[in-house]
């Protein structure tokens, strides 16, 4: 069972463009992480959003944790090609803070 | 900031071969370690995690096996690959059971079962 879906799975764009990908759930979560990962690299913290509608700025990143604490967003702005790789939402669930339930991945290319 | 050195980079071993990766941790004690295995360009499924030397807690039924024989070197290993046992294995650290905790991934194992 996926707990947390995300979407789009893929999204390719051209150089300027916003895109929104979204990570949603029917679980509560303590708190939800973003990744981002290289082809053959391990993923890289983004970010760490804990309050139910909090929102957190990176640059040209924004990300959105859900008043619910059941979903989140993150929004690129003028998109370069070097956002390319694979975004990976992570929630720690409330009975087990050990753990993160990593999301099935959104898979950015953004063209030149 | 912690560093995760993981290998071999890469391995390609017959069905039926025995399996052994390491994972070993710098600039950190007592960190909590963990392995992912990663389909490709798809999410990570936590196949292990270590709270402690020698406490490993399974999250899936397969036949993998993770040891801790030291604070921080977490092994993953099988006596016998499947095919399905193919993938990109991730080792990670981190520090606590807070919520604002992060997972420092090492470089990852890209195993080919033939």
């Known amino acids: 069972t996926q707990l947390l879906e995300q979407s789009p799975q893929f999204l390719s764009i051209q150089e300027g463009e916003n895109l929104t990908v979204y990570c949603n759930s029917s679980?509560?979560?303590?708190?939800l992480q973003w990744y981002r990962q290289e082809p053959g690299e391990g993923p890289v913290l983004l970010v760490t959003?804990?309050?139910?509608?909090e929102v957190k700025k990176l640059k040209r990143l924004t990300f959105q944790f859900g008043d619910a604490r059941k979903d989140s967003s993150l929004h690129i702005t003028a998109a370069q090609p070097g956002d390319t790789g694979l975004y990976l939402c992570?929630?720690?669930?409330?009975?087990?803070?050990?753990?993160?339930?990593f999301g099935s991945g959104t898979r950015l290319l953004v063209r030149p | 900031s912690q560093t995760i050195h993981q290998w071999p980079a890469t391995l390609v071993q017959p069905v039926g071969s025995p399996l052994s990766l390491e994972c070993t941790v710098e600039?950190?004690?007592?960190?909590?370690l963990y392995w992912y295995r990663q389909a490709a360009g798809r999410g990570l499924q936590l196949l292990f995690y270590?709270?402690?030397?020698?406490?490993i807690s399974s999250e899936v039924p397969q036949n993998l096996s993770a040891s801790r024989p030291q604070d921080r070197q977490f092994i993953l290993s099988s006596k016998k690959l499947l095919l399905s046992d193919s993938g990109f294995y991730l080792c990670?650290?981190?520090?606590?059971?807070?919520?604002?905790?992060?997972?420092?991934f090492g470089p990852g194992t890209r195993l080919t079962v033939l």
């Open positions: 270590s709270v402690g030397i020698g406490q």
């Open positions: 679980s509560v979560f303590s708190s």
């Open positions: 992570a929630g720690r669930k409330m009975d087990s803070s050990y753990k993160l339930i």
């Open positions: 959003v804990v309050t139910g509608g």
């Open positions: 600039g950190t004690s007592n960190p909590n």
């Open positions: 990670a650290s981190s520090g606590g059971p807070v919520v604002t905790d992060t997972q420092y």
